[in-house]
């Protein structure tokens, strides 16, 4: 059992930046693929970026290209995201999730979640 807890959502306005943060405990979270999903009201969860076990790979959603940017600290048993030109449609709440199986895209392919962080920026 993997438990995930993000930290550093918030307001900021459009293109401000934020560091949002995913601490793990339970399991072994280096040996885990990692990602970061988000969710805006009333629209499907999505998946914005992921990362190896390792963090020598990275895979990014085609609208944070650029702007996000993910890595990880496996002694420190957390993952981070860096997200920077922020834009009103990056408002969500963002979750992160393990995956034991290598950088899924769809969230069924994810064991652990989060209980989510809200990122609101605003115009």
């Known amino acids: 059992q993997v438990q995930l807890v993000e930290s550093g959502g918030g307001l900021v306005q459009a293109g401000g930046s934020l560091r949002l943060s995913c601490t793990a405990s339970?399991?072994?979270?280096?040996?885990?693929?990692m990602g970061w999903f988000r969710q805006a009201p009333g629209k499907e969860r999505v998946f914005v970026a992921g990362?190896?076990?390792?963090?020598?790979?990275?895979q990014y959603a085609d609208s944070v290209k650029g702007r996000f940017t993910i890595s990880r600290d496996n002694a420190k048993k957390t993952m981070y995201l860096q997200m920077n030109s922020l834009k009103p449609e990056d408002t969500a709440v963002y979750y992160c999730?393990?995956?034991?199986?290598?950088?899924?895209?769809?969230?069924?392919?994810?064991?652990?979640w989060g209980q989510g962080t809200q990122v609101t920026v605003s115009s």
């Open positions: 339970g399991g072994t979270f280096g040996t885990y693929a």
């Open positions: 999730a393990a995956d034991p199986s290598g950088i899924g895209y769809a969230p069924k392919e994810y064991d652990y």
């Open positions: 990362i190896s076990w390792r963090g020598g790979r990275t």
